[in-house]
């Protein structure tokens, strides 16, 4: 376990101990993520290439009698009190809607009871790094460990998304609940959605950084927006089927099946996932090769087609973006997650990484007046939990 994570894990305990008078009985932990390759592919079926980082989220967790559930969000100074089974109203804020989100899933499969808990993390908010998917599999993971319920790691991710689908009002795919939940440190994975199938290989980037560059724009279009093409990719699908029989689901359709659909604007947003898939797989062998040229190149590409063809870039995402690719130490970049606005991934240099960061910066800020955050990652496993006294020089609960 990191040491970054084991430190974090025993700040939750402290502030647990400190809160409720004692130990905490376990301890739920799960990661950010960046995607390396595959934007907008998760709900259509399609190839991504996601990897867990060193920024986490953490539930400290302790069951108790009765129905009471109190829970502390360290990084907000705020705490809600309600009775189990108390769903979330639209009213309440975005955390505490997850939290409740979490509990109101999980119960469907085992009754926790009443229980405290604490929760906090450091994975950048709004920035395209999965936070929420974060939340949610730290959550998931403890009241598994607390409970001994039943339930796969796949049955955590899926629970992860209802609760974004029921609770959070996000139709979102399980690109961020997989990578969250299954990586594997120093590995990038590749997950087909088309049957959840996910394979893992070592990534030997010696001499290069993933650098992760915010525009610090909150993206308040992009759940209007995201639904938007969840529905113009499914109906580019259904427009296919009534032309060709054969055509049932998206890995069905071919670039000769989108030249025959009477909308132009369906074709072009499946013209993006089904090349973003050839990238998926382009890439792999690129970084599984060492050819680190190639793998820049990709990026840029799938840039290009977010920015032209699925239409989720915004000004300063193209401007990181082409600032990133101007410094002659970065081999690509793109925008990731959801588009309008989040964060950018970029292929470094590791050498070249403080110029790299002073040059963005600075042109950020002359062409924005924004102020430029930016971070290396390291690769990491995914979520977990365990008793508290069992990774921690803590009294058993």
Known sequence: MPDALVARLARAARAFAARFGSAPGWLGWAPGRINLIGEHTDYN????????????????LGLRPGRRVTVRAEDFGEQLEVETGTLPGDGRPSWQRGALGCLAEFSRHADPGGLAAVVAGDVPLGAGLSSSAAVELA?????????????????????????????????SGLLDQVASQLSRAGHAMVVDFADLAVGWFPLDLRGLAWAVLDTGVRRELAGSAYRDRVRECARGLAMARSLDPAVRRFRDLTPAHLAGLP???????????????????????????????????????????????????????????????????????????????????????????????????????????RALRAWRFALVDGAGAARAGECLDLPRH
Not at 150 to 160: A, I, P, T, V
């Open 45 to 60: 079926e399609g190839l991504a290439m996601p990897a867990a980082i060193d920024r986490w989220v953490v539930v400290a």
């Open 139 to 171: 959550w998931l993971n403890a009241l598994r460990a607390a409970t001994g319920a039943l339930l796969s790691d796949h049955d955590l991710c899926r629970l992860g998304q209802q609760v974004e689908h029921r609770h959070l009002g996000l139709a």
């Open 263 to 369: 909308d132009a604007l369906p074709a072009r947003r499946l013209g993006h996932v089904l090349a973003e898939n050839d990238r998926v797989r382009a890439m792999q062998r690129a970084l599984a090769g060492g050819e680190a040229g190639t793998s820049g190149a990709i990026l840029r590409a799938s840039h290009a087609s977010l920015r032209d063809l699925y239409e989720v870039s915004c000004p300063e995402l193209d401007l990181l973006v082409d600032l990133a690719c101007g410094w002659p130490g970065c081999l690509g970049a793109r925008m990731v997650g959801g588009g309008f606005g989040g964060c950018a991934l970029a292929l470094v240099r590791e050498e070249t990484w403080d110029g790299f960061e002073a040059w963005v910066a600075r042109g950020y800020a002359a062409g924005t007046g």
